[in-house]
């Protein structure tokens, strides 16, 4: 059984990462995000609270994403563990975690905010069909234009420099000091985030004595 939590700023490769761990480790990948994307998608009592929050400029409540994850992680369907993505959010939280769960470790992904900003501000999603692009990393075969519709692809709506900034640091005064606890209590392995995907997940099974990473076209070949 293997616990741990994956934590790092919006951009830094988190959700990349997690789901690497989780597919080839039987780890159940527990993103706060999709969580909330799959109430708001499916109109539930909870997506419908977080759209009336949303469209008020706030943002989702600690206590409510604390709700989300108790519940979640009371499913007990983790029989080989699970990495947490977006939790906790803040002290108290994060000292609950600690007593509840016997972790196994805290990944903490490092990016500096001008990598953020370079990275967050490539984005580019199709307004036709809902794609994901980033003009760094994945870019579109013909610029401007959807691979796999042909749609508009535009810009998020909150992926402004102003709107970054404020999210930015928003995280810097949350997350930084649920780091800090965490790095007190000797949990916590700082990745450089800034390299490519293969060599971070390279470098998290290394520093957490884990197997070895091998991407899947090798591993079908050997
Ligand atoms: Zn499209």
Same mark, same amino acid.
């Given at each position: 059984m293997r616990k741990y939590v994956i934590m790092g700023v919006q951009g830094s490769g988190k959700g990349t990462q997690s789901a690497l761990l989780a597919d080839d480790l039987d780890l159940v990948h527990i993103s706060v995000g999709d /969580?909330?994307?799959w109430h708001v998608k499916h109109h539930t009592k909870l997506? =419908?609270?977080? %759209? %009336?929050?949303? =469209? =008020? !400029?706030?943002?989702?409540? &600690? &206590?409510l994403v604390e709700d989300v994850v108790k519940d979640r992680l009371q499913l007990h369907d983790w029989n @080989?563990?699970?990495?947490?993505? !977006?939790? +906790?959010?803040? %002290?108290?939280? =994060?000292?609950?975690f600690l007593e509840s769960y016997d972790l196994d470790g805290v990944i903490h992904?490092? #990016? +500096?905010?001008?990598e953020v900003r370079r990275r967050v501000l490539a984005r580019r999603l199709c307004s036709r069909c809902g794609m994901d692009y980033n003009l760094i990393a994945h870019r579109p075969e013909v610029e401007g234009r959807c691979d796999v519709c042909g749609g508009n692809l535009v810009t998020r709506e909150d992926d402004t +420099?102003? *709107? #970054? *900034? %404020?999210?930015? *640091?928003? @995280?810097?005064?949350? /997350?930084? +000091?649920?780091?800090?606890l965490f790095k007190r209590k000797e949990y916590v392995m700082t990745i450089d985030a800034r390299a490519d995907k293969a060599t971070v997940q390279r470098a998290i099974r290394t520093r957490f004595n884990l197997p070895p990473y091998l991407p899947s076209d090798a591993r079908l070949s050997g």
């Open positions: /969580i909330f994307r997506g =419908a609270q977080v %759209r %009336r929050l949303v =469209a =008020a !400029g706030e943002l989702v409540g &600690d &206590d @080989y563990g699970f990495i947490i993505d !977006g939790f +906790p959010r803040n %002290r108290r939280q =994060a000292e609950f992904l490092d #990016l +500096p905010d001008d +420099p102003d *709107a #970054l *900034a %404020r999210r930015l *640091a928003d @995280y810097h005064s949350k /997350i930084d +000091p649920v780091v800090e």
